[in-house]
């Protein structure tokens, strides 16, 4: 792997300011002049006990699905924090980074990510009530492994429903493109290639090592999180047939034939997750970083300086979704083999960011 030159711009503040220890991509990617717009407020417990939750996902009436990649379990939590299991999903076998992932939603339909015995795979269900019923695999074959597992689904303002895969520790493959590992995929809700995607298959974008948050804004530009290796974690705009470098460039590159990320930290602060769009900023969980990332929009989709919210405070952050309120929920994920459990976790947490 090589790492090309990366100009480091490094801000130092105290806890509590608006800005935060930040490592940005400078050179050909300049910092963006946009600056928070608002300030998260404190935030409020809405459900605990739970294990490892991954993602959160709103469903009709305001009710949240939430996946717990150990246990399998999805489960409905209510915006008063009442907490019911949907049961157990069929075929999940957790394994490292593995197990019960991604969650999206449409209409009656739910579609969960899930590490099965031989591969990754998506599967849709229809929710009436508590029942999940119409169980049907969409996507099968996505390489699974104990690390670099991808996960994440989301739908877009297209309509089409985006998942991240992970490399699997074979860095390889994020280059190929007739492998489905180290992508992001598009698809109707069927699991076919959406009409446009640029190279005819599932395939959106390649060259990632580990996508874990997804996020659109208010212009329908996609953004994504990415872990690195050793160096930089990121965040990048996503253009249709991209190639976002992995494994020959870690970070800002300056090889026009790579999308540089437009954001970078260093791995220690960062280990970026679950994304959200609110207030003109992406706000991005950071796991090993154990904070909420504040990252201002430009009107462009640059970014300006990021700012580091709940520092400390809570442990390991993974899921960051925008609630029907404005809010963002949150959710802790220090029961998952590499965090220091605290009274009460695994919890979600309201967020008020308007």
Request: hydrophobic content about 40%.
């Amino acid at each position: 792997m090589r790492v090309w030159l990366v100009i480091m711009m490094t801000v130092v503040v105290t806890a509590g300011c608006a800005a935060a220890p930040a490592e940005v991509g400078g050179g050909a990617n300049p910092v963006g002049t946009a600056r928070p717009a608002t300030t998260p407020g404190g935030p409020r417990t809405v459900a605990e006990g739970l294990s490892a939750p991954w993602a959160i996902a709103f469903a009709e009436g305001g009710d949240a699905l939430v996946t717990e990649r150990d246990s399998a379990r999805l489960l409905r939590v209510t915006a008063a924090g009442r907490v019911t299991s949907l049961g157990e999903v069929e075929g999940v076998e957790p394994d490292g980074e593995g197990g019960l992932m991604g969650v999206a939603v449409r209409g009656e339909q739910v579609f969960l990510y899930y590490t099965a015995a031989s591969d990754n795979r998506i599967v849709r269900y229809r929710l009436s009530g508590e029942t999940l019923s119409d169980r049907k695999v969409i996507v099968e074959g996505i390489p699974k492994g104990g690390i670099h597992n991808g996960g994440r689904l989301a739908f877009g303002p297209d309509g089409f429903l985006y998942a991240t895969t992970g490399e699997t520790g074979e860095s390889r493959l994020a280059q190929d493109r007739d492998s489905l590992a180290g992508k992001i995929l598009r698809m109707t809700t069927d699991g076919a290639p959406a009409p446009g995607n640029p190279f005819g298959s599932l395939v959106h974008s390649y060259g990632h090592r580990n996508v874990q948050g997804l996020a659109w804004d208010a212009s329908g530009r996609l953004y994504a999180s990415e872990f690195g290796a050793n160096s930089f974690d990121e965040v990048n705009l996503i253009k249709a047939g991209g190639n976002y470098g992995w494994p020959e460039v870690e970070g800002v590159g300056d090889d026009s034939r790579y999308v540089d990320p437009i954001v970078t930290w260093s791995t220690s602060e960062a280990s970026p997750s679950g994304m959200a769009y609110a207030e003109g900023s992406l706000w991005v969980g950071a796991l090993r970083g154990e904070r909420l990332w504040q990252v201002p929009l430009d009107a462009d989709g640059s970014a300006g300086r990021p700012a580091a919210r709940l520092q400390g405070e809570h442990g390991r952050l993974r899921a960051v979704t925008l609630a029907p309120d404005g809010s963002l929920w949150v959710g802790t994920s220090n029961k998952d083999g590499r965090g220091d459990a605290r009274q009460g976790d695994d919890r979600i947490m309201s967020v008020p960011v308007g």
